[in-house]
């Protein structure tokens, strides 16, 4: 099974930077994935990582380091509407196991 | 847009009720899974269908079932329901099953059970 942990909350100022941290345990690996939720919606696809390094995608990155089973998101030049929570999966099998995600408050 | 659909988006049952949730997932996507998540909760995994066989099951009581039909709609039927049946309820999609196909989620459906 998998054992997924990532911070309740994060509050940070617009236009700064947020790193979100996910350490993960799952007896096989077949990557990472983050989504984003806005309040009452759907997740949303942000990136999947399968190997090491970092993969950036515009304002947001994220990092993958399978030997310490740890992963982070990372959101550049905050925007208000970046407001929300954010999830990380492992898939397993069939299933994608999440975290609780993590509430992220952008604050004028 | 994902293209995954969802109805009805808000319900209210009452305990004992039996309800009925519709998604209908993205041309061609073979997979589709159902999440329930809790308020502040992750979603956690409630069964897959591929090619309208199930495919996998969560740790959910068999009073949960799901059909998948061949025109890539799906239903989730939940009976005698509960107070903590109460949640968003996710469908997700996806061309063939996890690990690695990137799973597209509905707008979900909020259940309420008083």
């Known amino acids: 099974g998998q054992n997924i942990d990532q911070p309740t909350e994060m509050t940070a100022t617009e236009g700064a930077i947020v790193q979100i941290n996910c350490t993960y345990q799952t007896s096989g690996f077949n990557g990472l994935f983050w989504y984003q939720q806005h309040a009452g919606e759907a997740p949303t696809f942000l990136s999947y990582n399968v190997l090491d390094g970092l993969e950036e995608k515009g304002r947001f990155s994220s990092f993958l380091s399978r030997s310490k089973g740890y992963s982070y998101l990372l959101l550049k030049e905050l925007q208000m509407k970046d407001s929300a929570s954010y999830l990380c999966?492992?898939?397993?099998?069939?299933?994608?196991?999440f975290g609780a995600g993590t509430t992220v408050t952008v604050r004028a | 847009e994902t293209g995954v659909t969802q109805s009805p988006t808000h319900l209210i049952k009452t305990r004992g009720q039996q309800v009925t949730l519709r998604c209908s997932s993205q041309s061609g996507h073979n997979t589709v899974s159902w999440y329930q998540q809790a308020l502040g909760q992750g979603p956690q995994f409630i069964f897959q269908?591929?090619?309208?066989?199930?495919?996998g099951r969560g740790n959910f009581p068999p009073r949960f079932s799901g059909l998948q039909f061949p025109n890539y709609s799906s239903e989730l039927n939940v009976n005698a329901l509960e107070l903590d049946d109460s949640a968003l309820y996710l469908c997700?999609?996806?061309?063939?099953?996890?690990?690695?196909?990137?799973?597209?989620f509905g707008p979900g459906t909020r259940l309420t059970v008083l």
């Open positions: 999966a492992v898939p397993l099998d069939y299933k994608l196991s």
């Open positions: 269908y591929y090619r309208e066989e199930e495919n």
């Open positions: 997700a999609s996806s061309p063939d099953p996890p690990p690695t196909d990137t799973q597209y």
